[in-house]
């Protein structure tokens, strides 16, 4: 069973730079058949995506974040990372990370897209704050 | 990108059935089946309980069912219980591999 654990710190300080980690166990971060994702919600608001990122290291941002976001993964230690630049209270928000099924072989052998979030993490609030 | 548009509240009593509409546009929803809807309780991570449209993964009763027309994906819960009052969203991929997600519905089983 795949599973995801969010870790970063809680509280952030006004234009800093908010930094999470997402250890992925249960399954490798290296298959070809994942894109690696942040998605944030706002206290009492709905879902935002911030960007998915493949093992590979390609990844795609959301336009309105992509000035400040930056995603890695580190496959030897099977996780994944965001920083998030110059951080204001608008920023204040639980951070999930989930893995996006975006592939798979049929049963004749036709490589798919299928593109959903299939596993998520526990979410972590960080919270921007002096 | 624009968040794709769900209404906020929708309801109904036990047994009965509520739909959800998620309205894109030609580069998302209606571009590509690959709409997606989740559940969120309060406190929780959402749980995916339909992709590509209409697909249900292992495990998420036949009581939800999604669909498509156009620019408008639905999601409908049939026979409704209590434990499927929650918050629900749609999802959309988009031509340039972004992903956009709608405004949420919260779902009161009366």
């Known amino acids: 069973q795949v599973q995801l654990q969010g870790s970063g710190p809680g509280l952030v300080k006004p234009s800093e730079t908010l930094s999470l980690t997402c250890t992925v166990s249960?399954?490798?971060?290296?298959?070809?058949?994942?894109?690696w994702s942040w998605i944030r919600q706002h206290p009492g608001k709905g879902l935002e995506w911030i960007g998915s990122?493949?093992?590979?290291?390609?990844?795609y941002y959301n336009p309105s974040l992509k000035s400040r976001v930056t995603m890695s993964v580190d496959t030897s230690k099977n996780h994944f990372s965001l920083k998030l630049s110059s951080v204001t209270a608008a920023d204040t928000a639980v951070y999930f990370c989930?893995?996006?099924?975006?592939?798979?072989?049929?049963?004749?052998?036709?490589?798919?897209?299928?593109?959903?979030?299939?596993?998520w993490g526990q979410g972590t609030l960080v919270t921007v704050s002096s | 990108q624009s968040a794709l548009t769900q209404p906020p509240s929708a309801s109904g009593s036990p047994g009965q059935s509520v739909t959800i509409s998620c309205t894109g546009t030609?580069?998302?929803?209606?571009?590509?089946?690959?709409v997606s809807w989740y559940q969120q309780h309060p406190g929780k991570a959402p749980k995916v309980i339909i992709y590509?449209?209409?697909k249900r993964p292992s495990g998420v009763p036949d009581r939800f069912s999604g669909s498509k027309s156009g620019n408008t994906a639905s999601l409908t819960v049939s026979g409704l219980q209590g434990e499927d009052e929650a918050e629900y969203y749609c999802?959309?991929?988009?031509?340039?591999?972004?992903?956009?997600f709608g405004g949420g519905t919260k779902v009161t089983v009366l």
């Open positions: 989930a893995r996006y099924h975006s592939n798979y072989y049929d049963s004749s052998g036709f490589l798919r897209g299928t593109y959903y979030f299939d596993y």
């Open positions: 249960g399954g490798s971060i290296r298959s070809g058949n994942y894109y």
């Open positions: 990122i493949y093992y590979s290291g390609s990844a």
């Open positions: 030609s580069s998302d929803v209606g571009g590509y089946d690959y």
């Open positions: 590509e449209v209409f």
């Open positions: 999802s959309s991929h988009t031509g340039s591999n972004y992903v956009v």
